[in-house]
């Protein structure tokens, strides 16, 4: 029998003691890491548009000049010349995005409680509430914390209690250490801080207001203070000038209107929000007596188990793969701001990275598992912000390379700037960002059918991206249409005389984005009527494309020649974008190129490559898109061994949340595909997961899906279908629509193929319509 204790929690027997072991919560803008330390509690928090400086212009004005030579420096081989102009004409002043901030800290003091006199201490996140929780016996007393981030009501809420009357004394401040602005109290149960983020930059605020259900409540400087207390509940807000020009008003208003609410109707609005998304799917992978024992366990010990190579978890990864979707909902909500390198979980004024939006894969990793596990909801901040970098992004094609259209390079941030940034030319010469980018508008579709959406928002996001590379590209000697400059991210190639560069024309990457980009423009174009002059440019234009070519090695081209690898381990694996995320190479339509993707993957891995926790994560979905379910196993053990902290985030190292998003992206990948207009059952399971059960995947079409299978073996599918249309569904056993859906009147018109080892039903179905499928013996 499944145990169902700890299945959706993450606890640990003792307080964090660093940032990596600290629980995260959040509404999608508001968040904030729980310590759960006994004396001392210190909640670190986060708030989405808390960014340093504002918005700048930094276009080169020199780009028009030099774009035409630096294309011929490149088309020659004077890599190293065309480099240095690239450097001088192309690259932006100033040449760094600023970087997402810490809102700062709230400490709790309690003034009784001594650690070492502590007893049975418990601190856990439970994923099915999105509550934090901290317990523990101090002179046999139970003290609770309980922390929560509310969507509904835009505040975050603690919780705290004791069991016996009067026992609770502490005292609370917040503080911004080491940039400060100003704090104060708010009449006699409430403080606040505010200050600004630089010059040009946001201003901030935070309040917090207790709420006592006995004892006293009384503010002493800018510290609330509780004395005698049995039951009381912080409320604290949190916002900036990017969205209201009084932040600090809009932080009282926000908390007088949720103090309305008695606590418990708080937490039931606040869980039933959060399990309306986290509720609508469900993965059970059969455990046995082993994995009875390891739910007993504490998870940084489960995880330490399978760092000491103590064997295989099943459950462990049944809770990161959950862990992927609760992060998700608490970083990326209608109203946020997409979720950045750490989601919104930033402790540093210096961060890796900046923390900001790095759209050469990393950004886009964070949304790979939003349609697939039902949360397109949270899929919208990053709609939202394509739109906000649209006009940044035509003015960057207009006056960098005299292009119509639009355009955005690697990196991106909360202003929506769009210009090459930085100082590396591994990566800073890269016109597809926005081009990657609006093809999530285009899965957006493809999952949920919506033909007003398709209209409205996603096709002409998806055209003027498209526009920019009719403009943009241009004929190699070899006749081809290429873009460039450009790189193949974040590589290096080594030419015959030993010159390496990374600056080139026509790498793979491009070329495949770009066709994905004119394939969904061309079939919006035909679903909606619209743009037939436009549409038979694109199709003129795609035919001119570099196709996918096989090197001396028997791997897939990274660039128009064959050139070396100069890190032939190399993180990024872009030249195989066409098998995942894009739909280019596939086993049973290019098996060439998939085999070339195999072996294109194999040579990297031998190499040192997926040595990151995001690039690890690509891997095991690239794996799952070959059907090689026991090397994406592999991926799923390297990153629980490898690539998670204690908390469970991922490691790059260090923290970046693209890894948590990828692993949830691959499992599903591994039960489900449906990006070659077809349902693939249990495409990449591997042999270890024998028995097991997914509530609530979706697919392409409009599906959504729910699986069984036992021994290896598919038991039982159900589908069920928001649009009409022609259902296509790919097996590896011989299945059949069950009797009772056929005599319910669905159209008689059944054809059942027979493909290698593969079975293919096509079966019509109707909006709303349910239809089981039955495993033949």
């Known amino acids: 029998m499944r145990i169902m204790k700890n299945r959706s929690k993450l606890w640990y027997q003792q307080p964090a003691a660093i940032w990596t072991e600290a629980l995260p919560i959040g ?18 928090l986060n708030e989405d548009s808390i960014w340093y400086g504002g918005p700048k212009e930094g276009l080169n004005p020199d780009a028009p000049r030099y774009l035409g030579e630096i294309r011929n420096l490149l088309f020659a081989g004077k890599v190293e010349e065309a480099t240095r102009y690239a450097r001088m004409a192309l690259f932006s002043a100033p040449k760094y995005y600023n970087p997402y901030l810490p809102l700062g800290d709230l400490r709790l003091y309690f003034h009784s409680h001594v650690a070492s006199q502590t007893q049975d201490y418990h601190r856990e996140l439970d994923l099915d509430q999105a509550v934090a929780s901290t317990s523990y016996t101090v002179n046999g007393v139970k003290f609770r914390r309980e922390l929560f981030s509310s969507y509904p009501d835009q505040v975050m809420v603690i919780r705290l209690t004791c069991d016996t009357p009067g026992q609770l004394h502490f005292s609370a401040n917040l503080n911004r250490r080491p940039y400060e602005g100003l704090s104060g109290a708010w009449g006699d149960d409430g403080i606040w801080m505010n200050g600004d983020c630089g010059k040009e930059g946001v201003a901030y605020a935070c309040a917090v207001k207790a709420v006592a259900e006995d004892g006293r409540v009384s503010v002493v400087g800018d510290f609330l203070s509780v004395e005698g207390a049995t039951q009381v509940t912080l409320f604290l807000a949190a916002g900036s000038t990017f969205r209201s020009k009084d932040p600090l008003a809009a932080c009282k208003a926000q908390i007088c209107s949720a103090e309305a609410y008695t606590y418990d109707v708080l937490k039931e609005r606040h869980v039933r929000d959060y399990r309306e998304l986290y509720g609508r799917m469900d993965l059970k992978l059969a455990d046995s007596t082993a994995e009875n024992e ?33 992060l998700l909902i608490a970083s990326s909500r209608p109203g946020s701001l997409p979720a950045n390198l750490q989601g919104i979980w930033n402790d540093s004024f210096t961060p890796p990275w900046e923390s900001k939006y790095t759209i ?8 790979w598992p939003a349609e697939v596990c039902g949360l397109s909801e949270c899929h919208e901040p990053l709609f939202d912000h394509i739109e906000r970098m649209q006009p940044s992004g035509r003015q960057t094609a207009r006056e960098l390379y005299g292009c119509s259209g639009f355009v955005a390079h690697h990196n991106t941030n909360i202003w929506g700037e769009t210009r090459p940034e930085g100082l590396f030319p591994t990566c800073v010469i890269w016109p597809m960002g926005a081009a990657w980018l609006v093809l999530h508008l285009w899965e957006r579709f493809r999952f949920e059918q919506d033909h007003k959406f398709l209209r409205d928002r996603a096709y002409p996001l998806l ?5 920019f590379f009719i403009d943009y590209l241009i004929a190699s000697p070899s006749g081809y249409m290429v873009s460039g400059p450009s790189v193949s991210p974040e590589n290096r190639y080594v030419l015959e005389n030993g010159t390496s560069g990374s600056l080139c024309m026509g790498p793979a990457m491009d070329t495949q984005i770009i066709t994905e980009l004119f394939d969904a423009c061309i079939q919006s174009s035909e679903l909606l009527q619209l743009d037939e002059a436009f549409r038979a440019q694109l199709v003129q234009l795609r035919a001119k494309l ?18 070396e690898e100069e890190d032939k381990g190399h993180r990024h694996i872009s030249q195989l974008f066409a098998l995942h995320p894009g739909t280019q190479i596939s086993p049973h339509r290019t098996p060439e190129l998939s085999q070339a993707a195999a072996v294109t993957l194999a040579r990297r891995i031998e190499n040192g490559g997926g040595h990151t926790g995001w690039s690890s994560a690509w891997i095991l979905n690239m ?57 693939s059952f249990l495409p990449a399971l591997p042999s270890a997961w024998a028995d097991g059960d997914v509530v609530g995947l979706r697919g392409r079409g409009g599906y959504r899906i729910d699986l069984s299978w036992r021994q290896g073996q598919l038991t039982r599918a159900v589908i069920h279908a928001s649009a009409s249309g022609i259902c296509r569904v790919r097996t590896k056993c011989l299945v059949t629509l069950q009797a009772a859906v056929e005599a319910a009147g669905l159209p008689a018109a059944q054809t059942l193929v027979e493909s290698g080892n593969s079975h293919i039903l096509l079966f019509p179905v109707e909006a709303g319509g349910s239809y089981e499928l039955i495993v033949q013996s």
């Not at 570099?546 to 128009?560: D, F, N, T």
């Open 27 to 44: 509404n999608g803008r508001l968040g904030a890491m729980m310590f759960g330390q006994v004396a001392e509690e210190r909640i670190q």
């Open 294 to 326: 390891l739910a007993a366990l504490p998870t940084d010990r489960r995880l330490e188990r399978m760092k000491e190579g103590q064997g295989y978890d099943l459950g462990l990864t049944e809770l990161l793969f959950n862990y992927g979707r609760y």
């Open 360 to 367: 050469n894969i990393n950004t886009q990793m964070n949304y």
């Open 463 to 467: 055209k003027d991206a498209a526009v």
């Open 546 to 563: 570099p196709p996918q070519r096989i090197g001396k090695y028997g791997q897939i081209m990274e660039w128009l020649e064959d050139y």
């Open 623 to 679: 794996y799952a898109r070959l059907e090689e379910g026991d090397q994406a196993l592999a991926y799923v053990n390297t990153m629980l061994r490898k690539s998670m902290y204690p908390n469970l985030f991922d490691a790059h190292p260090p923290f970046q949340i693209d890894g948590n998003f990828g692993f949830t992206a691959g499992i599903a990948e591994m039960l489900l595909h449906s990006h070659q207009d077809e349902l």
